[in-house]
């Protein structure tokens, strides 16, 4: 398949976006309509971002455990504004075994309901906070478009459920994820994003505040990446999550919930790819570094083996992969573009005489990417190199978003600002302001100080809103 | 809760059991019939079982991948025998979005169908073969009697699925992940097993033979821990699983599929408890120890903190786990006695003058288990006490079996074996002679040669096969 060229993003960016999720064997379409198969190589890229995201949530406390995939359908309707949002989006269980059930069951679209029903039963006293569970699953929406990894019937995500004593507490439960997701972005994804707190009627459908972390696509098309949120005592009123205090007064606790999901997928996708293909971050590629033996005849061929697996060997920091299959070079070296992996390490007969490897950065393509060096102390530079094709996908993708990014001065530059990029503009906060063509994603946690004039009312305004055409 | 005292397992077993998983904060029932919560506690124990198995699964060229939770109803129907097995056990979802489906859905029971017909999609030549993917997921089947852990509507588990292009290279692969089994059972939770292949009548829906790794629980009875089917190509057939051969003729592919679910937590329950609770096998409790300060003061306080301190930092290899609750020692030792974590130290105001530690086993209650030694070189000690912990376990649990599994002679001796423990008699393979009220649970890979007198009928017996009563 690799030889068929891709669609240019320039022409068509969703088509060339859905060519690489297939051809680079990422997912596939499932036989349910709106259904994805996440194929291995999609997978393993999302077991390292798992990993990576794991790490941190243990660090800051958290447990992992499991809640069902079947929600009472009568559990859905306790939050008043959460059954508002949800319901629409449900996929229903009517049978089971044969039989049709007493009451219907809905397939999750997340677990806040189950987990405040769980949470008023676990938790007694103030000696039980705060609870600090993390669920890694999947959950269904029955949306009307889809794209895959964008937005699927069913997804697969994490989502942390924590209950505090205080709403100091859960508010800062709320911030410290929003900082987790904004530094897994940064420093294992290679994507800047701007963590900021949503309008009303961007929040969650239960939430006192949601916050996200945005990021801009390489069509400046904005992608909420993570959001957390901060549920005030909603759904503790709504399921009678209460704790007895140090003066044995029953107390509701406050809740947050936050959520990461393989959506993040499609944006590493979106804003690192090129007309080759993807372009992976090395902290998380399945494969950082591929190796591709170069060989004309058996007698070349035993030579230029027993170097690569002596590099090979030099590099088992790192996750390698040789290309042994029986394909032309030209046609690796495409594949392995397509398929983003960071670096290629291609060892030849000349390269076996010379004790060199020549050296292909997936992030500079041709000549500007390549050079000859030397085997021995390849750990060391490969490692440099990795570091550096992180830190080099990081800024590009910050500047193009800078370039990207417009502070408008009237409302008619501001509505050919969001065709092309992003504004970043004064908001007063009303909702009329907010429908324009393109939607607010965020306010900013990092303000610039001071007040403004509403880009739409010009009404006075304390702060300034991201508005962007979205995914 | 750790203060009322268990049933002991004598005087009823499943209730000592239903005890232990509830008070041990392993799992809780959860608000839908049948189905369950995996709590923090015992979701850490399964993370350390998939760490476990994954690791192996990787070893032998298997990666990760994801299938969607919704099947079509049609494709369970395409394989005539999986149908009869898995129909009368179907969840159904006949909504989507508020509107009624033109083809409900089965929220998946097992993969084999979807995965038929993506393999049948992405197979196309001798060269994409094998195929070695595995899932980590939760499947629903609708059983009426439930238990925590041992059957429940909706369980987690991991589904092996691989295609071959020759019977041989499948029947390996079913072996190799047997033993695969085996090997975790008897390396990471101590629990020794039984490899052999199931009866006609017991084999799984759809497979042309079925292994299954056999444990004997504490109350003698069995409990399959794993499968692995060699499907033959009656998948393949089903769902035109074909490739193109170095003749460049079609061949349909040999496929494999094998699993090991949450049921295992309770095998480990089962097979290691005690009447004091849980006893963890050391490679895979979620704490391997736990250090308990003892302090009457403030005074003692700080000299105790600081010894616990410096302990600690003796042991990072381990998973440890302080505890600092505001509780009497009492209480605690009695709650991880409950928890089962397999090694407890004891830190005082004398171990601080002293320099000692006290340190106690899980698996030898009382004076038996426990001693005075240095702080220094604990690391050592630890690492050797655990690995003796974990052998002690096995060979207990072995000489446990050992002890239960009878040699009857006539069957009116195999009757009463049955009722006591288990039969491992010759049995001439024919379905009538199965009807015991124990079943075959399989019939041994290892197998002591020569030929003998079915236990049932008398008729020529080839091969010995274990009878139990069985979870």
């Known amino acids: 398949m690799s030889e068929l060229k891709l669609t240019p993003r320039a022409e068509d960016f969703s088509e060339w976006y859905n060519q690489v999720v297939l051809r680079a064997d990422l997912a596939d379409y499932a036989p349910v309509r709106g259904c994805m198969i996440i194929k291995p190589y999609g997978w393993t890229l999302w077991e390292n971002m798992q990993a990576a995201l794991d790490r941190r949530f243990k660090a800051t406390g958290h447990l992992n455990a499991a809640f069902p995939l079947f929600i009472p359908q009568s559990f859905i309707a306790k939050e008043a ?275 060199t490897v020549a050296l292909a950065r997936r992030d500079k393509p041709g000549k500007q990417g390549k050079s000859f060096v030397p085997q021995e102390g390849l750990g060391t530079l490969v490692a440099e190199t990795l570091a550096d094709i992180h830190a080099s996908l990081y800024d590009r993708a910050l500047a193009f978003r800078q370039a990207n990014t417009h502070d408008p001065k009237t409302y008619e530059e501001f509505k050919q600002a969001v065709e092309k990029g992003w504004a970043f503009s004064w908001w007063c906060g009303g909702g009329e302001c907010e429908e324009t063509k393109a939607t607010t994603r965020n306010i900013p946690l990092e303000q610039p100080g001071g007040t403004g004039k509403c880009i739409h009312c010009g009404q006075p305004a304390k702060e300034k809103a991201i508005f962007a055409k979205a995914y």
Chains 1, 2 share one sequence.
């Open 81 to 355: 504004k959460h059954v508002e949002g949800f319901a629409p989006q449900l996929a229903v269980v009517t049978h089971g075994g044969g039989e049709l059930l007493e009451e219907p069951l809905v397939v999750r679209p997340t677990s806040e309901t189950i987990i405040g029903h769980a949470y008023a039963k676990w938790i007694k006293s103030y000696r039980d906070l705060p609870v600090l569970i993390n669920l890694w699953n999947s959950v269904v929406r029955w949306e009307v478009r889809t794209k895959l990894f964008l937005r699927t019937l069913e997804f697969w995500w994490q989502e942390g459920h924590t209950a505090h004593a205080t709403y100091a507490e859960a508010q800062a439960e709320t911030i410290q994820m929003l900082n987790v997701y904004a530094d897994f972005a940064v420093n294992e994804a290679a994507v800047p994003v701007i963590p900021g707190r949503k309008s009303e009627s961007e929040k969650f459908a239960g939430a006192d505040t949601t916050y996200s972390i945005e990021a801009m696509m390489g069509d400046t098309k904005a992608l909420q990446a993570a959001t957390s949120h901060n549920l005030g005592q909603n759904f503790a009123k709504s399921f009678e999550i209460r704790y007895l205090d140090k003066n044995n007064e029953l107390q509701y606790c406050w809740t947050t919930s936050w959520g990461f999901s393989t959506r993040v997928i499609g944006a590493i996708i979106m804003v690192h790819g090129d007309d080759q293909g993807l372009i992976l971050p090395p902290r998380l590629a399945p494969y950082q570094v591929v190796i591709v033996p170069i060989f004309k005849n058996d007698a070349e061929q035993g030579p230029v083996m027993e170097a690569v697996s002596r590099v090979k060997q030099q590099l088992t920091d790192f996750r390698v992969k040789v290309d042994e299959r029986e394909e032309t070079p030209g046609f690796k070296f495409n594949d392995w573009e397509l398929r983003g992996v960071p670096l290629r390490l291609e060892i030849g007969p000349k390269d076996v005489q010379k004790g």
